[in-house]
């Protein structure tokens, strides 16, 4: 059994158990691929009570969870209102890192992922890492919590300050953006994202062939995939953009693309 499937039947085997306890339960976090396969084979099965969950709405690691309704019957967006009223349900928690003023910006995401794995703590225990002015703010699944308040203490040399909320605690972000505006021969993925990004159309293609390339939370896998406007685009390793449309056509016929890309 390849990987995939070992993960899928892994998920499957937790739902049942969630259709005989009928009870809450989750998962570890998921990366984009892993989310995008898990929502097909959700919906090709008709399956119920499933949501991905990261702690916000732009959350890239999300866990899924299993709901019953008699419990919850909102939507994905929603949750963190049900937890915050159901803090003991919540599978997963947020660690508010303060880092001494005088090495703030000597540490960024490696670091303290890196730390954290020097700890022991395992990549699908962590959801997103955010990086703020005073530190970051680590979300973690809930079990690991209390451990790290009392064990997590330094990225590297850096001596940190961690201490212990609840996820309805984490701050609101504020995503920055740059407009770009570029033309294309015509509104394709592979040349969005060669536009937005700054490749080839040829290292485009060759990112959706190798499963890089993520539209609103699914994997593309057709380099002619022919976008609407207001997706969420991922390519892994290099960013993330909202395509906002095309905004008119060139006299030479060309689309004119527009695009909010994340700094």
């Known amino acids: 059994m390849d990987e995939n499937n070992l993960f899928l039947k892994t998920i499957e085997q937790k739902y049942e158990r969630f259709e005989d306890y009928y009870t809450l339960m989750s998962s570890d976090f998921l990366s984009l691929e892993q989310q995008s396969m898990l929502s097909g084979f959700m919906r090709a099965h008709s399956r119920d009570g499933v949501f991905f969950y990261g702690g916000y709405d732009d959350a890239e690691r999300k866990m899924v969870v299993f709901l019953p309704d008699y419990?919850?019957?909102?939507?994905?967006?929603?949750?963190?209102?049900?937890?915050?009223?159901?803090?003991?349900?919540?599978?997963?928690?947020?660690?508010?890192?303060?880092?001494?003023?005088?090495?703030?910006?000597?540490?960024?995401?490696?670091?303290?992922?890196?730390?954290?794995?020097?700890?022991?703590?395992?990549?699908?225990?962590?959801?997103?890492?955010?990086?703020s002015e005073k530190?970051?703010?680590?979300?973690?699944?809930?079990?690991?919590?209390?451990?790290?308040?009392?064990?997590?203490?330094?990225?590297?040399?850096?001596?940190?300050?961690?201490?212990?909320?609840p996820i309805y605690a984490l701050k609101s972000i504020e995503i920055q953006t740059i407009n770009l505006k570029f033309t294309v021969s015509s509104p394709r993925i592979d040349n969005i994202i060669a536009g937005i990004f700054g490749v080839s159309r040829k290292d485009a293609t060759f990112y959706i062939a190798h499963g890089k390339v993520f539209v609103s939370g699914r994997e593309v896998s057709k380099p002619d995939l022919t976008l609407k406007g207001g997706e969420?685009?991922?390519?892994?390793?290099?960013?993330?953009?909202?395509?906002?449309?095309?905004?008119?056509?060139?006299?030479?016929g060309k689309a004119y693309i527009n695009v909010d890309k994340y700094v």
């Open 135 to 165: 530190g970051a703010q680590i979300i973690i699944a809930a079990e690991l919590a209390d451990y790290l308040v009392h064990n997590f203490n330094k990225v590297g040399p850096v001596r940190i300050s961690v201490k212990k909320a």
């Open 71 to 131: 419990l919850y019957e909102g939507s994905s967006e929603r949750l963190t209102e049900w937890f915050a009223e159901n803090e003991d349900s919540c599978p997963l928690s947020l660690l508010d890192i303060i880092v001494p003023a005088a090495e703030r910006k000597t540490l960024g995401h490696r670091d303290y992922l890196g730390a954290l794995m020097g700890e022991g703590i395992k990549r699908e225990k962590v959801g997103d890492i955010l990086v």
């Open 232 to 252: 969420k685009i991922v390519l892994r390793g290099k960013g993330k953009a909202i395509y906002k449309g095309v905004s008119g056509t060139s006299k030479k």
